[in-house]
Structure formats: C-alpha cells, structure tokens
C-alpha cells in the first residue's frame, strides 16, 4: 500500500497536496483498493466554495458508491477531466494522474488538522 510522505491524509482516505495557496485532492492507494474497479466519478461542485467535510463529489465502483470528502474548506478551482472517459486511472495511479479536484484553500489553519503519512498508515493498519 502506497502512502507517499509528502502528501496529508483523511481518516475518509482522500489524500491533499499543497501548491502555495491551492491543493491538489484525490483518494488514497487504500480508498481505490477497497473500492475495487472504479467506473465513474461525478464532481459537480465546481466554482462552489465548500467547507471542511461537506461532500464534493462521489466516485463509483463495480461493487459501491462512496462519496468524497473535503479535507480542507476552499473553492472548488479545476476538476479533472481526464476522469470523464477513463476513471480508471484512479486505480493505476491514484496519487498522479488520478488527482480528482483542485481547490483555493479557505483556511490553510484547517490543514494542520490533517494527518501525516505515518499517522495515515497507523489509521488503517489498525
């Protein structure tokens, strides 16, 4: 299971990288495990401002429907569209080209509530 040090995590596995004042948001090797063959992803939340929690999109499996999460609150700046004909990518490469949203962060105090990689390994290994 992939935790790469450089990024923050949810206890929902979505995963958060920071580029100055924006962040990059996707799930996690472990979320796209669990889901399994995923098949389509819907965000619809573009433009709006969302707060820490609130769902921003959801991402369907062969077996289930999960939705995601915001990590920190911020508005919703690019979704990637790459998603639309092959979320797939999700699977095979859930930290790179997989990335599911990009947001202007509202508050970046709200990412030191996030957990680091260890933190992150310790939460689903136990």
């Known amino acids: 299971m ?5 990024l923050l995590y949810t206890d929902d596995h979505e995963w958060v990288r920071v580029e100055g ?4 948001i996707g799930i996690t090797d ?21 707060d820490k929690g609130d769902t921003f999109g959801t991402i ?6 999960s939705d995601m999460f915001m990590p920190v609150g911020g508005t919703v700046s690019e979704v990637n569209e790459a998603l639309e004909d092959t979320p797939e990518i999700i699977n095979s490469d859930p930290y790179g080209d ?4 990009k947001i202007k962060i509202g508050d970046v105090g709200e990412l030191d509530a996030l957990l680091d ?10």
Not at 2 to 6: F, G
Not at 60 to 65: Q, W
């Open 2 to 6: 992939k935790v790469p040090a450089n």
């Open 21 to 24: 004042d924006e962040a990059v």
């Open 30 to 50: 472990f979320a796209q495990n669990e889901l399994g063959d995923i098949v389509f992803v819907e965000v619809e939340t573009l433009d709006e401002e969302l």
């Open 60 to 65: 369907e499996a062969v077996k289930t429907v």
């Open 98 to 101: 997989g990335w599911i949203i």
């Open 117 to 126: 990689a260890d933190a992150y390994k310790n939460s689903i290994e136990s």
